[in-house]
């Protein structure tokens, strides 16, 4: 094995090992785009569900979890190609960020305004009670006046079809203005009221995951945006002058390969060592002591096996009455 072999052999392997990390931080980074775009479907699908469980609650979760699966959507698609990477993931950057404004909003609205103004006391003890009018839809919009007893005074109330309501949270003084969760209208039975709490602190649980993996996968996705195709990261210098960057002009056996020049003695290799496609200054000096007085030639200077794509001018005669001063 020759020096050079064992030098490309030597300097291959760190260059192998930096693309080998780079892949394998490239196939990380999939999954995490992977896992956050599966995550804000999920966000997307159960908020989705949860708001149509109910007329009284405007549920507002699905929101973030639309923006964070088109950015995510978009990293995928920017860390599987290769055109346009670094624009589609800064894209996908863009779109998380606001999908992670988003996510804390929702958290706020549907964490806070929503189920800790919910109370399920009344609910868990049985203390609510279901009216519907009919199974027809032409029902659905009947109202009607049911009494209802408070803790401290009774009154009437005016329910839709197919709503659960809570006398004890009722204000009969004030019409129930100042507690808008005392019924939930659209429901099918008061059992049904109780899943959608349930729902509700799952999609604001998810809200907050989404909100951390969205950071998490902006961070990544910032990282990786400038990297491209093949060995990245790697300075030419680090590579120690292997075959792929260094080449040397006496391996090239291509007739028509250009000459190239050394670095270090600044002189141009020929192409065919063998072969001389110039006569040397110093030639003059060394074919007349073999020329005769009377001027003939010496045919001894033309090569027998000529190298392909010669000139023809290494086949004539030397002369060296020419180079006489």
């Not at 589609?88 to 929503?114: R, T």
């Amino acid at each position: 094995m020759t020096n050079a072999q064992e030098t490309t052999r030597r300097d291959a392997t760190p260059s192998q090992a930096a693309a080998d990390a780079v892949r394998m931080r490239r196939r990380k980074a999939q999954w995490l785009v992977s896992g956050m775009l599966s995550l804000s479907l999920l966000i997307v699908a159960m908020g989705i569900y949860t708001s149509t469980r109910t007329e009284s609650i405007s549920i507002t979760g699905y929101l973030s979890g639309i923006i964070l699966a088109f950015g995510s959507f978009l990293g995928v698609l920017g860390l599987c190609l290769e055109e346009n990477r670094k624009q589609l993931l800064i894209a996908a950057i863009v779109f998380l960020s606001f999908g992670i404004i988003s996510s804390f909003l929702c958290l706020v609205v549907d964490g806070v305004f929503i189920l800790l103004n919910i109370d399920m006391r009344p609910m868990k003890e049985g203390r609510c009670q279901f009216y519907t009018s009919g199974n027809s839809y032409i029902y659905e919009n009947y109202y009607a006046t049911v009494p209802c007893q408070g803790l401290t005074e009774s009154c009437n109330m005016k329910v839709r079809s197919g709503t659960c309501y809570c006398c004890d949270l009722y204000d009969c003084a004030n019409g129930g203005y100042l507690n808008n969760y005392y019924e939930f209208v659209g429901v099918q039975s008061c059992q049904e009221v109780l899943s959608l709490y349930v729902l509700l602190w799952v999609l604001t649980t998810l809200n907050l995951l989404a909100f951390v993996c969205g950071i998490l996968t902006t961070a990544v996705l910032g990282s990786i945006k400038d990297m491209k195709s093949g060995v990245v990261g790697l300075d030419v210098s680090q590579w120690g002058g292997s075959s792929l960057f260094s080449f040397d002009g006496t391996s090239c056996s291509s007739p028509t390969a250009p000459l190239l020049m050394d670095p270090n003695s600044h002189a141009g290799h020929q192409l065919y060592p063998r072969a001389s496609l110039y006569v040397s200054p110093a030639a003059p000096a060394a074919a007349g002591s073999s020329v005769s007085p009377g001027g003939s030639s010496d045919t001894s200077h033309a090569q027998p096996n000529p190298p392909p794509f010669a000139p023809l001018y290494n086949l004539l005669p030397y002369k060296t009455s020419s180079f006489s001063a």
